[in-house]
């Protein structure tokens, strides 16, 4: 991760990134536990889905969105989107003077320290191809057993908000029921829409079972900001920008479910 740090950033705004609404599943969290901080949150509706997509377009994405924010004079950026952090982040990272937070790197300490021996993932086809999930697990704990499923169609059912149709039920029941096979003891919800098809997934397991790791990947953030003192130490609620690529009003309707965005976000 980079770590050249600006004098004076404690107000910077930190950047947020996903190709859709997912990254608010992390947003969300974070705005939760550091009100004080002004964000800038960057939906790549053009995009998406980027699980579907090469390596090359996927760095390009990232790429375009990292100057945008370069543009915006942030502090650090919260790469909360499992498919660029899989695939794009070791080819950008060292490219920029902000602080950079990839969700799968971040977070892959403590899934590693869970007390269980089998682990599932859920994730985009982009995620899985990759093998970071097993990579950065390993890394602290090469014994645990990790049984991956690529799930495509979930994000579409994510942005488009058809969560109770026949198709969508079938297609979430099936990428379920074949990663059960394996019995895992826990499944990551390793793609940051897939906590929004919580209700879904609820109707076929206890939702024990399902981790989103989004609390955790807020909490390592705020720890990081607060160590290299750059937290924003106002007592004032930060500023909050929403900016997408396509589709303003879709985004808005569409990421409610986890977090209402008052003004209109803007198109790029
Ligand atoms: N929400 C993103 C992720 O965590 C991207 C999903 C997509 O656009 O395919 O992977």
Redesign the pocket.
């Known amino acids: 991760m980079s770590t050249l740090i600006l004098k004076n950033s404690r107000e910077l705004p930190v950047g947020f990134c ?3 609404v ?2 608010l599943s992390v947003f969300a969290k974070f705005k939760n536990i550091m009100p004080a901080e002004n964000t800038i949150y960057y939906g790549d509706l053009k995009n ?4 579907s997509k090469s390596k090359s377009e996927i760095i390009g994405f990232l790429k375009n969105i990292l100057d945008f924010f370069k543009s915006k004079n942030v502090k650090a950026v919260v790469l909360a ?3 660029t952090s899989a695939v794009a982040y070791d080819e950008i990272k060292d490219n920029y003077d902000f602080q950079i937070y990839p969700i799968i790197q971040s977070s892959a300490k403590i899934l590693a320290e869970l007390n269980i021996k089998k682990l599932g993932v859920f ?2 086809t982009a ?1 899985i191809k990759s093998g970071a999930y097993e990579k950065e697990i390993k890394k602290y704990n090469p014994d645990m057993q990790i049984y991956t499923k690529a799930c495509p169609g979930w ?1 579409e059912i994510v942005e488009n908000k058809t969560f109770n149709t026949k198709e969508s039920i079938e297609l979430v029941a099936k990428y379920f029921n074949e990663i059960m096979e394996y019995k895992p003891e826990k499944i990551v919800l390793g ?3 897939y906590p929004f098809l919580t209700g879904m997934l609820s109707k076929l397991s206890d939702s024990s079972i399902f981790i989103d790791p989004a609390a955790f990947f807020a909490d390592f953030i705020k720890k990081d900001l607060i160590n290299k003192n750059i937290n924003n130490l106002s007592k004032k609620i930060g500023n909050e920008e929403f900016y997408v690529s396509a589709n303003p009003q879709q985004f808005k309707v569409s990421g409610e479910l986890f977090y209402s965005i008052k003004n209109n976000p803007v198109l790029l």
């Open positions: 996903d190709s859709g997912g990254g998406v889905p980027y699980g989107c499992n498919t994730a985009t995620t994000v793609c940051t829409h």
